[in-house]
T-cell receptor, first 110, second 112 residues
Framework: GQQLNQSPQSMFIQEGEDVSMNCTSS?????WLWYKQDPGEGPVLLIA?????ELTSNGRLTAQFGITRKDSFLNISASIPSDVGIYFC??????????FGQGTTLQVKP | SAVISQKPSRDICQRGTSLTIQCQVD?????MFWYRQQPGQSLTLIAT?????????ESGFVIDKFPISRPNLTFSTLTVSNMSPEDSSIYLC?????????FGPGTRLLVL
């Protein structure tokens, strides 16, 4: 079935550093979504991408929809301690229901 | 956006018992879903809660184990039946409004 593969699985960085994570699939996705899950909370949508090649920013976050429609990346600039959490990529599968990647766990050292 | 609340937020249950989780959305939504998130894992869709009819279950999930109700457009319940320790997980309610899918805070379940 369709799968989304995220990397890296986890990251431990210093406050102020930039972060990059990506999501790939062997299948084409027409929408790419990036969610963040804070500890003890449900996922919250950060950025939605609807068009191949699209580059979208939300504050310190930037995400791109790959040209092949099989990948996407999320960058976080100048990380701060509240960036800690799990970042999930997601996209609607063939049935229209969301498929989630395995998540990238981010830890930020003050 | 959609504001989703869940009750209870957490519970510790004995094996063999059942727990019903409630999900309330602040206003009408087109679709509601229930997910399971096992410790350290991603989200797995259990079922789509259909208003006024039986839920649509994903492969590996059955109605007898996870009965779901959706009596109206803003409320749904998920019951975890005859629980075992393997059911220890976070259960998340989700709702679709427009093109965006929103999530509740989750219910943390520990089965002893």
């Amino acid at each position: 079935g369709q799968q989304l593969n995220q990397s890296p699985q986890s990251m431990f960085i210093q406050e102020g550093e930039d972060v990059s994570m990506n999501c790939t699939s062997s299948s084409i996705f027409n929408t790419w979504l990036w969610y963040k899950q804070d500890p003890g909370e449900g996922p919250v949508l950060l950025i939605a991408l609807y068009k191949a090649g699209e580059l979208t920013s939300n504050g310190r976050l930037t995400a791109q929809f790959g040209i092949t429609r099989k990948d996407s990346f999320l960058n976080i600039s100048a990380s701060i301690p509240s960036d800690v959490g799990i970042y999930f990529c997601a996209g609607p599968g063939n049935t229209g229901k969301l498929i989630f990647g395995q998540g990238t766990t981010l830890q930020v050292k003050p | 956006s959609a504001v989703i609340s869940q009750k209870p937020s957490r519970d510790i249950c004995q094996r063999g018992t059942s727990l019903t989780i409630q999900c309330q959305v602040d206003s009408q939504v087109t679709m509601m879903f229930w997910y399971r998130q096992q410790p350290g894992q991603s989200l797995t869709l259990i079922a789509t809660a259909n208003q006024g009819s039986e839920a649509t279950y994903e492969s590996g999930f059955v109605i007898d184990k996870f009965p779901i109700s959706r009596p109206n457009l803003t409320f749904s319940t998920l019951t975890v039946s005859n629980m075992s320790p393997e059911d220890s997980s976070i259960y998340l309610c989700s709702a679709l409004r427009g093109e965006t899918q929103y999530f509740g805070p989750g219910t943390r379940l520990l089965v002893l």
